[in-house]
C-alpha cells in the first residue's frame, strides 16, 4: 500500500509540477522517434506485478519497458449536417521498431514475457501519451476537447482485475477520456468481471461487433456499450456488398441496430477515405440520435490533430498508424 501511495505522488508530480518533455519521456531508438516512457512503466510494472516483473531477465524488462502505442484516427461520418472532425483515437502496441501487437506477442513469447504485463505495459504507455499530448496543446494554448480514446481490453488483463484497478486508479483522468473496447474473444465467464469493473470505476465500454463474440455475451453487454465498433473484416464486408447493390439493406440493417442497441455512436472500423460506401452512408444516414464515426489506419485526423500527429507509412510503406510526432523537430 506505501509503494501505490508512493508512485501516486510520483506521477502526481508528473501531471501538475513537471511536465513529461522532461526527464519522463525518451524518443524511441529505432526509426522513428514515437515516445516512450521507459522508467515510468518499469516504476510502475515492479509495483503493480512486483512478482512477476521480478521474475523477467534484464532483456525481457529491457523490451518490456519500452513498449509504445501508435494511433488510428476516428472521425464523424453522419449524419450530414454533423460536424466534421476528429472524435477519438484507437491507441494500439508498438515496440521500439514501430512493430505491432502481433509481432510484440511473437517477439515476448521468445523473452518469456507473461502475456498479460504486455497488455498493462502498453495501458500504462496510453495513459502516459494522453497526458503528453494534452500537456503539448496546454503549451500552444489549444483546449483540448473532450476526445475519446479506446483500447482493447481482453481476458488477459480481466484476469487480474485488482491490477487493472489499481492501474485505473493511478491515472483518474481515464474517467473522463477513455473506453475500453471489449475484445471479440472475450467469453461469458468474464461478464460479471467486466459488469463490475464498469460499476466500480466507471469505466465507459466500446463493444466489438463482430461474429467472432458469443451472442449470449453481446447481448448481455449491449446495455453497457456507449459505442458499437464494426470491426475490420466485417466493414469490407459491407464494403463488397455495397459494390453488387446491397445499400438500400446495408442502411436499413444499421437503422434498426440502432434503435435495438440504443447506441449513440457506431464506429466502421477500416473505412477508407475513398470508399464508395463512406460516401453513400454520408449522403444517405437519417438517424440524428445515433452518430455514425469511422476509423483508419491510413488517414491523418483532422486539423489541429495533425500538427500532433502523423502517418507511420509516411516513414516505413509497411507499416501504419499514427505516431506523436512531437518528438520531431520538422523546422
Not at 483518474?172 to 467469453?187: G, H, R, T
Amino acid at each position: 500500500m506505501e509503494k501505490i501511495k508512493e508512485l501516486k505522488k510520483y506521477l502526481r508530480s508528473l501531471k501538475n509540477e513537471q511536465t513529461l518533455t522532461g526527464q519522463a519521456i525518451v524518443p524511441a531508438p529505432g526509426c522513428i522517434p514515437t515516445p516512450c516512457f521507459p522508467d515510468i512503466v518499469e516504476k510502475i510494472l515492479e509495483v503493480i506485478s512486483e512478482r512477476e516483473w521480478e521474475g523477467l531477465t534484464d532483456r525481457a524488462k529491457n523490451y518490456l519497458k519500452w513498449i509504445s502505442v501508435k494511433a488510428e484516427s476516428i472521425d464523424a461520418l453522419a449524419p450530414r449536417q454533423i460536424n466534421k472532425s476528429t472524435r477519438g483515437f484507437e491507441l494500439l502496441a508498438i515496440d521500439r521498431d514501430v512493430n505491432s501487437f502481433g509481432e510484440i506477442v511473437e517477439r515476448s513469447q521468445d523473452l518469456g514475457i507473461p502475456s498479460f504485463l504486455v497488455r498493462f505495459a502498453s495501458l500504462i504507455s496510453t495513459f502516459l501519451t494522453v497526458r503528453l499530448l494534452r500537456q503539448y496543446m496546454e503549451r500552444d494554448n489549444v483546449i483540448m476537447p473532450s476526445l475519446k480514446f479506446s483500447q482493447n481490453v481482453d481476458s488477459n488483463y480481466l484476469n487480474y482485475p485488482r491490477t487493472l484497478k489499481t492501474l485505473l486508479e493511478l491515472f483518474p483522468e481515464y474517467q473522463d477520456m477513455f473506453f475500453f473496447e471489449i475484445n471479440e474473444e472475450v467469453s461469458a465467464d468474464y461478464l460479471t468481471t467486466i459488469r463490475n469493473l464498469a460499476q466500480d470505476l466507471g469505466i465507459r465500454l466500446v463493444l466489438d461487433d463482430t461474429n467472432k463474440m458469443d451472442v449470449n455475451v453481446h447481448h448481455q453487454l449491449l446495455d453497457l456499450a456507449d459505442w458499437i465498433k464494426i470491426d475490420f473484416q466485417a466493414t469490407a464486408y459491407l464494403d463488397e456488398q455495397f459494390l453488387i447493390g446491397g445499400g438500400e439493406n446495408i442502411i436499413n440493417h444499421f437503422e434498426e441496430y440502432a434503435r435495438g442497441a440504443r447506441s449513440p455512436v457506431i464506429v466502421f472500423e477500416g473505412l477508407s477515405e475513398i470508399s464508395p460506401l463512406k460516401k453513400f452512408l454520408e449522403k444517405n444516414w437519417k438517424l440524428n440520435n445515433t452518430v455514425l464515426y469511422y476509423q483508419s489506419r491510413e488517414r491523418s485526423p483532422l486539423p489541429p490533430w495533425n500538427k500532433y500527429f502523423g502517418l507511420i507509412q509516411d516513414y516505413h510503406e509497411d507499416k501504419y498508424g499514427l505516431f506523436f510526432k512531437g518528438l520531431i523537430n520538422e523546422n
